[in-house]
T-cell receptor, first 112, second 113 residues
Framework: QKEVEQDPGPLSVPEGAIVSLNCTYS??????FMWYRQYSRKGPELLMY????GNKEDGRFTAQVDKSSKYISLFIRDSQPSDSATYLC????????????FGTGTSLTVIP | KAGVTQTPRYLIKTRGQQVTLSCSPI?????VSWYQQTPGQGLQFLFE???????NKGNFPGRFSGRQFSNSRSEMNVSTLELGDSALYLC????????????FGPGTRLTVL
C-alpha cells in the first residue's frame, strides 16, 4: 500500500464550479500537509501548507485536514481556466529531517 | 528572493552514457531533495542532502547518486543510462527545519534514446 493515495482523475469541470480534490494516507504520524499545483512541463508550486487538523483558507482555495480519517482535501471555489493543472498533495511526519511523501497528482481541466 | 534553479533544462542522452544535473537552492536553504517524475509513477523520491550529508534516500539503484557542496548547491549523477531513466528530474529546496516545506525548481527533462 502506498503511503499517500490520490485519485489521478482526470477531472473536468465547467468554469465557476467548485472543485474538490482529495488524498488519503496511511501513516498517522504525518503532521504537515501541502498542496502543490503543477502546470504542464513546469515544476510544482506550493499552494497551501497546513499543520495538523483543521481548515486553512487562501483566496479561492481552502485546505482541509481530517487526521482522524487520514484524509485531506483541497477545495477550489469559482474555478477558472487558469486553474487547469495537476494538483499534488504532499505530507511529512513531525520530526526534522523527515522525508516528504507525495500523491501521484490529480489532473484538472476547467472548461470556459 | 531568487527561486530554485536547475540546469540544464533539457538533455538528450543515449543508453549507457552518464549525466550530471545541477540544482541551486533558494539562498539560505540547506536542504536539497531530488525527485524523478514520470507520467505513470508520479513523483519518486531519490535522495535528500542537508549540509553536505545525505540525510534520506529513496529506493533507486546505485546508478543514481548525488552530492552537495558547501554553498548548498547540489548535483545529481546518473551513470549507465537506461531508456527508463527518461523523466523530469525535479530539485526541491527547503531550510531543512521542522516546519518548513519544499520549493521546487523547474526541472530538467532528460530523454534517453
Amino acid at each position: 500500500q502506498k503511503e499517500v493515495e490520490q485519485d489521478p482523475g482526470p477531472l473536468s469541470v465547467p468554469e465557476g464550479a467548485i472543485v474538490s480534490l482529495n488524498c488519503t494516507y496511511s501513516n498517522s504520524a504525518f503532521q504537515y500537509f501541502m498542496w502543490y499545483r503543477q502546470y504542464s512541463r513546469k515544476g510544482p508550486e506550493l499552494l497551501m501548507y497546513t499543520y495538523s487538523s483543521g481548515n486553512k483558507e487562501d483566496g479561492r482555495f481552502t485546505a482541509q485536514v481530517d487526521k482522524s480519517s487520514k484524509y485531506i482535501s483541497l477545495f477550489i471555489r469559482d474555478s477558472q481556466p487558469s486553474d487547469s493543472a495537476t494538483y499534488l498533495c504532499a505530507m511529512r511526519e513531525g520530526n526534522t529531517g523527515n522525508q516528504f511523501y507525495f500523491g501521484t497528482g490529480t489532473s484538472l481541466t476547467v472548461i470556459p | 528572493k531568487a527561486g530554485v534553479t536547475q540546469t540544464p533544462r533539457y538533455l538528450i542522452k543515449t543508453r549507457g552514457q552518464q549525466v550530471t544535473l545541477s540544482c541551486s537552492p533558494i539562498s539560505g536553504h540547506r536542504s536539497v531533495s531530488w525527485y524523478q517524475q514520470t507520467p505513470g509513477q508520479g513523483l519518486q523520491f531519490l535522495f535528500e542532502y542537508f549540509s553536505e550529508t545525505q540525510r534520506n534516500k529513496g529506493n533507486f539503484p546505485g546508478r543514481f547518486s548525488g552530492r552537495q557542496f558547501s554553498n548548498s548547491r547540489s548535483e545529481m549523477n546518473v551513470s549507465t543510462l537506461e531508456l527508463g531513466d527518461s523523466a523530469l528530474y525535479l530539485c526541491a529546496s527547503s531550510s531543512g527545519l521542522l516546519a518548513d516545506t519544499q520549493y521546487f525548481g523547474p526541472g530538467t527533462r532528460l530523454t534517453v534514446l
